[in-house]
C-alpha cells in the first residue's frame, strides 16, 4: 500500500472519530426540539374552553331596522370567531360580527368559537323590523336601590328608557374606575375597594343617549373600632423594656399615671363611632333616594358624627400611650 493510501485511511478515520459527537448533539438537539414540539400541542390541546362576550347584544336579542346594519361587538379568548345566520333572508351577518337587516322577520345568529378541540357557542335573536315599526331610543335614566356600598356588596343598575317601548333595549355599562367598581354586561354592579366611582350606561341603539350614576364603596367592617385596631406600639410591648442604649439600665417601660383614664375615654369614642357608623348603615339600606325617603342631611350628620368619634379615639390612644413610664428610672416612654 502506498504512502498516499495509507494517509488517505487515517485523514478517514480521524474525521469520522470527530464527527461522532457532533452528529449526536444534532440528534439530541433534534429529540429535544420534538419533545418542546409535543409538549405545545398538548398544552394547546388541553387549553380550556374558550369565552364568548357579546357587548352589544347581552340580552340575547336584539332588534334592527330593516335596511340598517348593526355590530355585535362579539369578542373571545380564543382568537377568531365565525357568525351564521339561520335565515339570510331576513338577515346576514358578516365575519366581523355586523349584522345587516334586509326585511322584518326573526333569524338566530350563531357565534362559534374554537380552540383546539374545544369548541363554544353563543346565540342572538334578531327581530327585524319595518322602518315603520321600528322605535328608536331617544333617551335613557338610570336607577339603582344603593348608591353607598360595603366592600363586596353587590347591586345593579337599572336602565329606563325613552320612548318606554324602544325597540332595541340593549346598552353597554363602563365603570369609571374599575379598581372601585366593577360592572357586569348585564349591569350588576360589584364594590371592589373603598372609593368614588360613576358607572356610565350608553344605549347601543343612540350613541347619544347615555346616563351615568355615581356610586360611594366604603370599608364598614373598618369601623367596628375593637381594642385590636387602636394597638400601639407601646401595647405590642406589652409592656416590656426596649434596649434604649442606656449604659445605666434596660428600661422597663409600664402604663401609668392617666393611662386606665384615657383608656376608658377611648374605648367610650370608640363605641360611639362604632354606633354612628351602624347608623349610617342602616339607614342607607333602609332608605332610597330613588323613592324620595333618602335625606343626605340625616346620612352626612351620622357620617361627621363617626368621624368625631374616630378622631377623639384616636387622640385619646396618643394620650394613653404617651403615659408608659420606666419603672426603673421614671422616665417616660418616647413618642
Known sequence: MSKSSIFALILSFVLTVALVPCLAFAAETNLAAGVTAGATTLTTQAASTPKITI??????KVAVKAGKSYKLGAKTTAGKLSYKSSSKKVATVSSKGVIKAKKPGKTTITITAKR???????????TVLSPKKYKPVKKIKVKTDFTYLDIGEVTSVKTIFTPSKASNRN???????????????SGKVTAVAPGVAKITVTSCDNAKAKASIKFEVDDYSAYELIDDDFTSSADQDNGQGENQSSSVHEHNYQPGGNYDFYEQERAKSASEAL???????QYNRTHSWQNGTFDASTFNSYDSMHQF????????????DAEYYCSICGEKKPA
Open 275 to 281: 354606633r354612628y357608623a351602624n347608623l349610617k348603615n
Open 171 to 185: 346598552v353597554i355599562y363602563k365603570s369609571s374606575n374599575t379598581k372601585v367598581l366593577r360592572v357586569s354586561a
Open 309 to 320: 368619634y374616630v378622631n377623639q379615639a384616636q387622640e385619646y390612644i396618643k394620650l394613653r
Open 55 to 60: 357587548t352589544r347584544a347581552a340580552t340575547g
Open 116 to 126: 383546539g378541540s374545544k369548541k363554544v357557542s353563543k346565540k342572538v335573536t334578531v
